[in-house]
């Protein structure tokens, strides 16, 4: 740690201190408000909560309240729980409450100090949400609290990945409830997949208002970059992609569709729609098959451009992509949008489940969308730069009930991992033999199970905790601190889990915590060590390196392992000083701050996409059962589509994108001599041109007889006129209901196509910086192409559906 490093610790500590200092004030104003409620009856507690929420509507703010909320809470905890909160609970409470984070040492009572800010902030009646890391935990912590919550007139709740919607929306509508931070994040995506805001199940109104995060670091920090994904489900799509393949088959083209090679569309005629349909046996456009017309498309694009041994060939993997420009096979990848499937059905190999990103968030962007946020740890000191600057929290250090008396033993470092498990064995032996509780962290499972091995040859009794089972997990490792026992786990096994020493192991010198392996990370590290020696109790810890090991690697041993040859140390001998375990820690600490600038880097990378998915479920939020949105948004898709249309420039260009869209043949005969003229004459006759077929275009809107004098104007007076043709959908009641369903479809077709390629643009801004100083800014501006352009997308394929509607059913006459 460097000198300047040092000092801005050291002044943070002293802020922190003067901090804490005013807020212990509060603290002995609540514990002397607790003296005073002892005298009250149970009746009089319970009622309370009704003059708090009284006060609420009154006016009154939660931090008005926090005093006597607070001291309410304590009461009805000690009366419930027969559990007083410590003044160390309470003024972690607080600083929850005030929407930071709380480093609170393993053992320190995280659960008992939440239920003081929940208690307070559930008083407003828009939920608070209690995150943990697994859904044991969260079912556990509520049914733990529940009748303490039942005793002061509020509901919990809890939800797990084995509940059906349902019970999901019942447990969210609770004062409180307590979800994983994997369960959470799924419901919200979910939510903003839904036809219908029925099926929601977050709250309408705040559905994110208030969370507590228990582990803090390791959601937000250890599995920060994990995204949630959700895929579309499609083993149904395969039936669908065979059935309109079939169906296109038999349809001839000029006939029933039309083709533009030069631009790669096609599109349907009324005749070819009206012969799908009877072919098919029902309405190509419906509410309850609103992707029947995505099929048609897609499956006629398949069949019309999209040709064998040029743009794919046919290989024992199936369909494989052919590039156009290099004539190489492009393994692996797949055409998007549906057209892969088609292929497949057309060529009839299996069709495969597409593997579709419907929507997808990292918990970096998902966890900073709560209106107040906070959590609590026993190991977010070291992690408070990123916590601030990453989600603009900040964290306060929480004095422990007692002082710590564990002894942390300097590493042993050993020349190669066969020695380091030798020397392992004789530790474990040599500890088992006084009865001392043993727990031995391994950084995988598989190392677990190589510990396992080892004490199995030497028929050394154990338990062993994957984290593959969360409930026998925790009731393993609440065995953990019992006489003569020994347990092997991975770090994440039984986390949350209190080790709760047994009778006499004080005396043998408490729980002993031994390291398999060091990580990277020296907070995980200090999570493993805080599992021994809580509230004062007695315990050791010390971690066995190898210079074989991963970190080991990293770090560099050469200097290490030329020290043990000098001295000729066996194998399974070992060296150790505090000297190493400092250096050793310098070490971590300068690759912690390479992960963290790593991190900080990708997370600039990943707010790109936050930004977009905000914007795109901001307007599927407006457009669901909304028609008045529905409205304004086909009436701007006209505006923005005929616009693009015209800014193409060109008479030809507009001729066609006007065909293909909406299917508004437009076109003069003459466009071909513009090919022919001078620039300076080609503006000139391309006016004239606009006005010859321009006028009759718009006839309907009494446009006629008023002369074109720029694109601008044409562009304007064909929306107009465009739009109300779209708003001619309203005289078919079925076609309109199921076209606010359509463009929810297509919106989310479209987003997850987005997702796709803002991943493979995201691996390609690696390249980027060869010939760019800064790949990030390439990366921004190239993703807002891509996001303009998905925009676009969107109202071209939904105006081309809907206006072939009206033209099947007689309203573009």
């Not at 002894?407 to 020397?423: Q, W, Y």
């Not at 800014?777 to 192409?785: D, S, T, V």
Request: a negative charge.
């Amino acid at each position: 740690m460097s000198f300047i490093d040092d000092l801005k610790d050291k002044a943070n500590a002293y802020l922190d201190s003067v901090a804490i200092g005013r807020l212990q004030s509060k603290v002995n104003l609540i514990l002397r408000e607790c003296e005073e409620l002892k005298g009250w009856s149970d009746k009089d507690l319970r009622l309370s909560t009704l003059a708090f929420r009284d006060d609420l509507k009154k006016g009154a703010s939660l931090d008005v309240l926090l005093l006597s909320a607070f001291a309410v809470a304590c009461e009805a905890a000690r009366r419930v729980q027969k559990k007083m909160p410590f003044p160390v609970q309470i003024l972690g409470g607080i600083v929850l409450h005030q929407g930071k984070i709380a480093e609170m040492k393993a053992g320190e009572g995280k659960t008992l100090t939440e239920v003081m800010p929940v208690y307070l902030n559930a008083l407003e009646g828009k939920g608070v949400h209690v995150i943990t890391t697994n859904d044991y935990l969260a079912q556990r912590d509520a049914e733990l609290n529940r009748e303490l919550y039942a005793f002061l007139g509020l509901t919990t709740g809890y939800v797990t990945s084995e509940m059906n919607n349902d019970e999901h929306r019942k447990a969210y509508a609770c004062d409180i409830t307590y979800v994983s931070n994997q369960e959470i994040g799924f419901d919200y995506l979910r939510d903003n997949l839904v036809f219908s805001r029925s099926e929601r199940v977050l709250r309408q109104d705040h559905p994110l208002h208030f969370g507590i995060v228990d582990e803090i670091d390791s959601i937000l920090i250890d599995e920060s970059r994990t995204p949630l994904i959700i895929a579309e489900p499609k083993k149904e799509e395969r039936n669908f992609y065979e059935l309109f393949t079939g169906i296109v088959s038999k349809l001839k083209e000029d006939r029933d569709y039309i083709v533009d090679y030069k631009s790669k569309q096609v599109s349907m005629t009324d005749a070819g729609l009206d012969c799908v349909e009877k072919m098919l046996g029902d309405a190509i456009f419906s509410k309850d098959n609103p992707m029947y017309v995505f099929y048609l498309d897609v499956c006629l694009r398949a069949k019309t451009l999209f040709e064998k041994d040029r743009d794919y060939i046919i290989t024992d993997n199936g369909v494989e992509i052919v590039d156009e420009f290099t004539g190489r096979v492009l393994p692996g990848r797949r055409f998007t949008d549906g057209v892969h499937q088609a292929i497949e059905a057309k060529e009839k190999v299996k069709v495969k489940d597409a593997d579709r990103t419907m929507a997808a968030i990292t918990f970096q962007n998902f966890f900073p969308m709560y209106e107040k946020l906070a959590g609590m740890s026993g190991t977010v000191m070291r992690a408070r730069q990123e916590f601030n600057q990453v989600y603009k929290l900040d964290v306060a250090q929480i004095p422990t009930n007692r002082p710590i008396i564990r002894v942390d033993h300097n590493d042993l470092f050993f020349k190669t991992a066969k020695g380091k498990f030798e020397g392992l064995v004789k530790k474990v032996r040599y500890i088992h033999k006084k009865g001392q509780p043993l727990l031995i962290g391994t950084r995988n499972v598989e190392t677990a199970h190589t510990v396992a091995t080892l004490l199995d040859e030497e028929n050394l009794p154990y338990q062993l905790l994957t984290a593959a089972d969360h409930r026998a997990e925790a009731e393993k490792i609440a065995k953990a601190g019992q006489e003569d026992m020994i347990t092997i786990a991975t770090n994440m096994a039984g986390r949350g889990t209190d080790i709760l020493l047994g009778n006499g192991v004080e005396a043998l010198g408490g729980l002993y915590v031994l390291g398999t392996e060091r990580h990277e990370s020296r907070r995980i590290d200090d999570q493993l060590i805080g599992r021994s020696g809580r509230q004062g109790e007695p315990g050791e810890s010390q971690f066995l390196i190898s210079m074989e090991d991963e970190i080991m690697q990293l770090f560099g041993s050469e200097k290490i392992i030329d020290v043990m040859e000098q001295f000729d140390i066996p194998e399974d001998e070992y060296i150790s000083g505090k000297g190493l375990t400092d250096a050793f820690k310098r070490a971590q600490d300068f690759v912690e701050s390479k992960n963290y600038d790593s991190r900080i880097y990708l997370y600039k990378y990943d707010s790109v996409t936050n930004f977009q998915r905000e914007s795109v479920y901001e307007l599927r939020d407006k457009l669901l059962e909304n028609p008045t949105e529905f409205d304004k948004f086909l009436k701007e898709s006209v505006k923005e589509v005929v616009a693009h249309a015209f800014g193409l420039g060109d008479a030809k260009l507009i001729s066609q994108e006007m065909i293909n869209v909406f299917g508004l043949d437009v076109g003069p005969e003459e466009l071909e001599e513009l090919e022919e003229l001078k620039p300076s004459d080609r503006k000139k006759r391309q006016r004239k041109l606009l006005n010859e077929w321009l006028n009759p275009f718009y006839h309907g809107a009494g446009a006629t007889g008023d002369q074109v004098q720029s694109l601008a104007q044409a562009t304007e007076r064909s929306a107009q006129y465009i739009a109300s043709l779209a708003m001619r959908i309203k005289d078919l009641p079925d076609v309109y209901e199921a076209a606010q369903g359509l463009i929810l479809e297509i919106l989310d077709n479209q987003w997850s196509a987005q997702l796709e390629l803002m991943e493979a643009l995201k691996e390609e801004s690696g390249l980027l910086s060869y010939a760019s100083e800064d790949p990030l800014i390439e990366f921004i501006l190239e993703a807002r192409n891509l996001f303009e352009h998905m925009h676009l997308e969107v109202k071209r394929q939904f105006l081309k559906m809907v206006f072939q509607q009206l033209r099947q059913r007689g309203k573009l006459e």
